[in-house]
């Protein structure tokens, strides 16, 4: 089953797509907190995004030029917030996340290895012991490659060697995204709001409705008639 996750930490968002029952997780990184909820504060966000959805919510590490202790430490105080905290650690070139991946696992500490491009990124990370691993669909388009031959090729790989990790595909743009990252094998699709909002609509299901609600106006009329 292809699970939804939210790409955002806006509260407001977030309660207003939680209704619709969609909804089994949040995504977030530092981008996604400077644009769209610049000046709160970052923790009691965090709670309250954990307070408001029964699922994995991932943070992602900040202290990028910190040593391993101080990544270890930054993912310990995240997770010490809430059981569903997942830490997102990017892949960094020099296999330094790899490492901190791999610690965070054995601390039982849950990750989401973020920012891959490649197949041999996804592998690597969940060889490592990663949670989740996280493909951002239009940067592999951005840098030049197939991202649905990315995903495919990395579900694949998954499979086959009985790994753990869940896919989950980011930087969708548009709606059509989905379907293309669904059907190649990602367990998860995380979705930022506005593309969300722009799924239920398509003008020939509200051609249908209007002339569906114009034909019981009619057949109403009607019924005063024949009786
Ligand atoms: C990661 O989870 C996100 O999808 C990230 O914000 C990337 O999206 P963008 O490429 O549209 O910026």
Redesign the pocket.
Known sequence: MTEIFL?TANTDEIRAVLPWGIASGV?T?Q??FFTSCKGVNFKQRVKEILSLVDGPLSVELTTSSGSDEDLINEAKEYASWGNNIVVKVPMWADGRGLRIINQLQRLGIKTNA?CLMTVNQVLLASKAGATYV?I?F??VKDSGADPVQVIKESRQIIDISGLKSKI?V????KPEDLSQAAVAGAHIL?I?HKILMQMPYHAKTEETIKEFDEAWAEFQKSQGCSD
């Open positions: 790409d995504t990184n981008k996604i973020t996280s951002f239009n940067r989950i980011g930087s969708i743009r995380t930022p």
